[in-house]
């Protein structure tokens, strides 16, 4: 499959946090806490659970610093 986002981080899913709709899928990345929110769908179509080795694909067309 090919896809246009370049970055991709190699990622293990922490934890996962189920609402009606939406989940929150927590990963580790070198020590560092990355999180998604994707349906809860996604999350059984993929079968996610901690522990998992997976792909974080991040694409933005905007990136917000504050201080």
């Known amino acids: ?11 293990q ?3 996962i946090v189920k609402g009606a709709v939406m989940a929150k899928v927590v990963m ?3 020590g560092e806490e990355i999180v998604a929110a994707i349906t809860v ?10 522990g ?8 933005s067309t905007e990136v ?3 201080k």
């Open 1 to 11: 499959m090919k896809i246009s986002g370049r970055n991709k981080l190699p990622a």
């Open 13 to 15: 899913v922490k934890e």
């Open 28 to 30: 580790d990345y070198k």
């Open 41 to 50: 769908d996604s999350v059984d179509d993929l079968g996610l659970k901690p």
């Open 52 to 59: 998992d080795e997976v792909t974080a694909l991040i694409k």
């Open 64 to 66: 917000m610093v504050m």
